[in-house]
Structure formats: C-alpha cells, structure tokens
C-alpha cells in the first residue's frame, strides 16, 4: 500500500488529505486560506495541513509525494504556479522549493527519496479525482466543468489527463459563447465564466429580487449581499420562479458550450462539479435539454451529463494520483 498527500488550494480554505493508492483518505486536515495576507502566509498554511495528515501514514511508511491542486496555470514541469485567480501578489511560484522549506525534519524524514511536489489546475486534480475515484470512473474519456466562484475544465482522454502543449488545456471557463457578451476577469468577451460564476448568478438573482416577487426576500430582506448561492438552490428546490428560472438560463449558456466541445473533441460524457453543481437537476436539465441544439446530428447520441457526486473529495484525491500516476509513468519508463 503506497500513501500519498493531497492538497486542494483554494481561495477560502486549503483542504488536505493523507491519501492511499486505493484512494481512500486516511486523514484529513482544513484550514482557512489567509489570502490577503500574501503568498508567504498561505505558504506556511499549506505546509502546517500537509504536516497535520503526515502523522496518519503508518510507522515506517515512507510518503510517496505530495500533489497541490492550485487554481490557475502551472508549469508544464509541474513545478510554478503562474497567477493563480484569488490569491493576491502570487506569480511565478515554486511550489516544491516554497513548501521543502517550511517543512519539519520529521516530515523530510518520511517522505521517500525523491518524493515529488507536483501542482496541477485545480479543475485537473478534481477530473484525476473522478476519473479513478469518483462519477467519472466509468468512462475512459470525459470532460469535467468546475462551477464554483470561476468555471473552471478538464479533458480525460483514455483515462489520462489532456494537458495541452504548456499545460493549460481545458480552460472551458474562457471559452466565448458571445463576442459581444459581458467580459470575464480574463478580459475574453462573452467568456463563459461571465455568465455563470458564483458572482455573476448571485449578481443576477440581486437583480431579480429588485424586478419581481420572489421567496428570494426570505433570506436576503433588504440586505441583498446576504443572497448567496445556496439561497438561490434552496428557493429554486422550493419551486420559486425566479431562481429556477436563473439556473435554466445558466443551464442554456453551459449547453452552448459544452456542445461545441462534442463537436471538436467527440467527447460526450460530462461531470459536473464545484459550488454551483450542488443545484444538481435543477442546473443539469436544462444542460441536457439544451446540449444537443448545438451538436451535430452525427454526434448526439450517447451525450450523458452527470454531476460529482463525491463533492469535494474529489478533489484531494486527484492531487494523490498525480503523485501515484508519476511513479507508475516512472517505473514504465
């Protein structure tokens, strides 16, 4: 049994998990991300979760590696994170030499001899996740979308993470569906994350509590930044018009896009997962209703849109495998 530690960085918590090659998590760990204290702070609070797990692996048990899913680009190498969104003054980080440095003497101990520090995309640590562990693991090719504050995307192609030629392949998110929409933080016009981030969806549902009756007044009263996405879910599953009406609207936009990947990839199995996923049919129907408008006739049958049922597990557990998947690449080498 080989073990493994996996980190999930986002812009609010940094989640970690002691994981085994069987992908079960050993033991877990959580910590806010202290985001705006800058890079050196969320440094020192990645590698307190990493130590925290590292006392679960059994005596003797060296640790395999270390993977951190990280939102934004990385390296080819795996090795810096370019500019991650949410993490103010990050550019260009070395994640393996920033955290070996930090870590305690008993910790250097444990890991193996040439343990890797691995980063990854986020979204391509949660489709590593799936692919093995989670809703995707039966097909051997799909496309994973991340709805949470951004949108974020995977390619699994014959059960193998599709990087693209620097890396940075997948990035659904920035994929126009309007050249004349609203632009995205990226500065891409009609960019899908425009459409159906946590910040454009809450902005939305804000507009529609000032426009029309709604049980959305429930929960917000007159503060409208208390409206939150799980405000917006609940009233929705409540049978309000407006929020089901919002999470239809957003399943059209995905629909658009995600049938335009069928056609250049013929891929046609799609997980679902992040923050907004937790709407579960209420965002799914409208997707499937809409994906094959956008398809060609020759490619519509068999498109399948699932959500992550493993939540955020996934995610962890993804950022493991790509220490496991690094030592198999290595011994077939």
Same mark, same amino acid.
């Given at each position: 049994?080989?073990?493994?530690?996996?980190?999930?960085?986002?812009?609010?918590?940094?989640?970690?998990?002691?994981?085994?090659?069987?992908?079960?998590?050993?033991?877990?760990?959580?910590?806010? /991300? !202290?985001?705006?204290?800058? !890079?050196?702070?969320?440094?020192?609070?990645?590698?307190?979760?990493?130590?925290?797990?590292?006392?679960?692996? !059994?005596?003797?048990?060296?640790?395999?590696?270390?993977?951190?899913?990280?939102?934004?680009?990385?390296?080819?190498?795996?090795?810096?994170?370019?500019?991650?969104?949410?993490? !103010?003054?990050?550019?260009?980080?070395?994640?393996?030499?920033?955290?070996?440095?930090?870590?305690?003497?008993?910790?250097?101990?444990?890991?193996? @001899?040439?343990?890797?520090?691995?980063?990854?995309?986020?979204?391509?640590?949660?489709?590593?996740?799936?692919?093995?562990?989670?809703?995707?693991?039966?097909?051997?090719?799909?496309?994973?979308?991340?709805?949470?504050?951004?949108?974020?995307?995977?390619?699994?192609?014959?059960?193998?993470?599709? @990087?693209?030629?620097?890396?940075?392949?997948?990035?659904?998110?920035?994929?126009?569906?309007?050249?004349?929409?609203?632009?995205?933080?990226?500065?891409?016009?009609?960019?899908?994350?425009?459409?159906?981030?946590?910040?454009?969806? /809450?902005?939305?549902?804000?507009?529609?509590?000032?426009?029309?009756?709604?049980?959305?007044?429930?929960?917000?009263?007159?503060?409208?930044?208390?409206?939150?996405?799980?405000?917006?879910?609940?009233?929705?599953?409540?049978?309000?018009?407006?929020?089901?009406?919002?999470?239809?609207?957003?399943?059209?936009?995905?629909?658009?896009?995600?049938?335009?990947?069928?056609?250049?990839?013929?891929?046609? /199995?799609?997980?679902?997962?992040?923050?907004?996923?937790?709407?579960?049919?209420?965002?799914?129907?409208?997707?499937?209703?809409?994906?094959?408008?956008?398809?060609?006739?020759?490619?519509?049958?068999?498109?399948?849109?699932?959500?992550?049922?493993?939540?955020?597990?996934?995610?962890?557990?993804?950022?493991?495998?790509?220490?496991?998947?690094?030592?198999?690449?290595?011994?077939?080498?």
């Amino acid at each position: 049994m080989r073990y493994a530690i996996g980190v999930d960085l986002g812009g609010t918590h940094i989640k970690a998990a002691l994981v085994r090659d069987d992908g079960h998590a050993v033991k877990t760990a959580r910590t806010d /991300t !202290p985001a705006a204290a800058g !890079p050196q702070a969320v440094l020192d609070s990645i590698a307190q979760v990493i130590e925290q797990v590292a006392q679960g692996a !059994p005596d003797g048990e060296p640790l395999a590696g270390i993977g951190v899913g990280c939102p934004g680009s990385v390296s080819l190498d795996r090795t810096t994170v370019r500019s991650p969104p949410n993490l !103010p003054g990050w550019k260009d980080v070395v994640l393996p030499d920033s955290l070996r440095l930090r870590f305690s003497e008993a910790l250097r101990q444990r890991l193996a @001899r040439d343990a890797p520090i691995l980063a990854e995309n986020d979204a391509n640590v949660a489709a590593l996740g799936s692919a093995f562990w989670g809703t995707g693991q039966p097909y051997d090719s799909f496309i994973m979308v991340t709805l949470g504050t951004g949108v974020g995307g995977a390619i699994i192609h014959h059960n193998r993470l599709f @990087r693209g030629a620097t890396g940075a392949a997948g990035e659904i998110g920035h994929m126009s569906i309007d050249y004349e929409g609203p632009y995205a933080r990226s500065g891409v016009a009609g960019a899908l994350e425009a459409y159906l981030g946590h910040r454009f969806l /809450t902005r939305h549902a804000r507009y529609q509590l000032l426009t029309r009756p709604t049980c959305l007044h429930q929960t917000a009263g007159t503060d409208l930044e208390h409206l939150d996405l799980i405000s917006l879910h609940r009233a929705a599953m409540a049978g309000d018009g407006a929020a089901i009406e919002i999470f239809q609207w957003a399943g059209h936009k995905l629909g658009v896009a995600l049938g335009g990947i069928v056609n250049l990839l013929d891929i046609r /199995t799609f997980v679902i997962g992040g923050g907004v996923s937790q709407a579960g049919d209420v965002l799914l129907d409208p997707i499937r209703a809409s994906i094959g408008r956008f398809v060609l006739p020759a490619l519509r049958d068999g498109i399948t849109v699932l959500r992550e049922e493993s939540g955020n597990a996934v995610a962890v557990q993804g950022a493991a495998r790509l220490v496991f998947e690094h030592a198999e690449d290595a011994a077939g080498a």
